[in-house]
């Protein structure tokens, strides 16, 4: 659990090719930033490849990401998602990666996103292995939309998997390949790339494009693909076992600035890594890092509460050692920045 590169803040990216363990993680602090109100662009170092990431925060928490990459060699990226997991639309431009599932029967075990198609997904509590092809420039745009911010929307009488996680069901997990990228979808996409807007135009213009598209998708894909699937149900762990999660978590907390592993954690406290991920589901509804994650976002609160502290001094002080991996953490948390938290307290 350390401060590597994260597109979310339980994301780390490997190159497998370099020799040294040390030089496979690629580190925050090798990345550069740029902040323009509500806009981060991350730029790619010069040993990972050419291009960026850029993440627009629209209303309700509401997220478009741009990534527009040439990478230098294959690089895979070990995504942990976690329990808070937003309705996604995954749209591939150019390039394609390939995904590995980690530990369930609801997803493939293993699946391709191409260059245009698209994809709808839900996939909280879930471990994924994404491997990235360095052949040809990786062009991606992706909406996540926090699943409360469709309450106002939701009207159909039908059940459907769908309904049921906007209704407030979270454990609802599914992956939907949706084919081509239609006409309609192709011209939205250009039109958020070529936003000719500023400020608030800017803001409505791209909230309502990444709406017509969560649409076209709603309106192609079978509803029926929704339907609940039969998930293989654990037994509640015994009361020893939730007692060591008990004691894992106190460690996670009094360490939290610098964090154990996984398998430093599980060694510890004396359970395998399953049982350790599974307590921290049963007791606290969701992951070990999620946990952790959390906690630091809950200080990171209490901190902005001081006027007189910078945010750089608070990123540190909650175990970030880059300020706008901290703020891009925050974003995702509470759908503003630390600033403005700051400000209005």
Known sequence: MDDSFQFDPNTIIFLPNYSQKSERVVNWNEFSFENNNEETIIHLPPRVGKGYNRQINLRGGLTIEIIKVQLKDTMYLERRH????PLTAHFYLSGMSMVETLNTSEIKSEYTESKG?????HLPDLTEIE????????????????IHYFHSFCTEEKTTSLQKLIRGDRTSRFHLS??????????????IYQCPYDGLTKQIYLESKALELFALQFNSCDLSKFSA???N????LKKE???????????????????????ELSHKVGLNDRKLKQGFKQLFGTTVFGYLYNYRMQQAQELLRDPNLTI??????????????FSTAFRRKFAQSPKSYQLSN
């Open 117 to 121: 198609e698209n994809y709808l997904y």
């Open 312 to 325: 750089a001094q608070i990123a540190h002080r909650v175990g970030y050692s880059n300020p706008e991996a």
């Open 241 to 263: 076992d939730l007692d060591r999660v008990e004691y894992a978590k106190d460690i996670l907390l009094k360490s939290y600035l610098n964090p154990p592993s996984l398998k």
């Open 229 to 231: 699937q039969p998930s």
């Open 82 to 85: 976690e329990s808070a997991f």
């Open 131 to 146: 491997k990235w092809s360095c052949k040809t420039e990786i062009r991606i745009i992706s909406i996540y939309a926090p």
């Open 233 to 236: 149900l654990k037994k509640d």
């Open 178 to 191: 949706l084919g081509k990228n239609s006409p309609e979808i192709v011209r939205a996409l250009h039109q």
